[in-house]
Nanobody, 123 residues
Framework: QVQLVESGGGLVQAGGSLRLSCAAS????????IGWFRQASGKEREFVARITRSGAIIDLADSVKGRFTISRDNAKNTVYLQMNSLKPEDTAVYYCAADWRTPVRQENQYFYWGQGTQVTVSS
């Protein structure tokens, strides 16, 4: 059983930066691929970024490419989502998710989910 806890959300002005963290416990972290998703109010949850178990492969949604990066520190059981040049349309609850298989961009490919952290970008 893996528990995921997101942190680092908050209120930031457009053009600013935030770094989200996803801390895992209860399992061997390096065995899990991690994804970040977000859900804006009134919208469906959407894929943001993912990173494979070793960190060798990363994948970013087109909407965040060039502004967000994803990384992991397996020694600290943590995945990071660095968000730069934030825009009001990035406002959403951000979730991290984990799976031991080979998930890509679909929600149903991830078994474990965190509770989410709110990111609000003001214009």
């Amino acid at each position: 059983q893996v528990q995921l806890v997101e942190s680092g959300g908050g209120l930031v002005q457009a053009g600013g930066s935030l770094r989200l963290s996803c801390a895992a416990s209860g399992g061997t972290f390096s065995r899990y691929a991690i994804g970040w998703f977000r859900q804006a109010s009134g919208k469906e949850r959407e894929f943001v970024a993912r990173i494979t178990r070793s960190g060798a492969i990363i994948d970013l949604a087109d909407s965040v490419k060039g502004r967000f990066t994803i990384s992991r520190d397996n020694a600290k059981n943590t995945v990071y989502l660095q968000m730069n040049s934030l825009k009001p349309e990035d406002t959403a609850v951000y979730y991290c998710a984990a799976d031991w298989r080979t998930p890509v961009r679909q929600e149903n490919q991830y078994f474990y989910w965190g509770q989410g952290t709110q990111v609000t970008v003001s214009s």
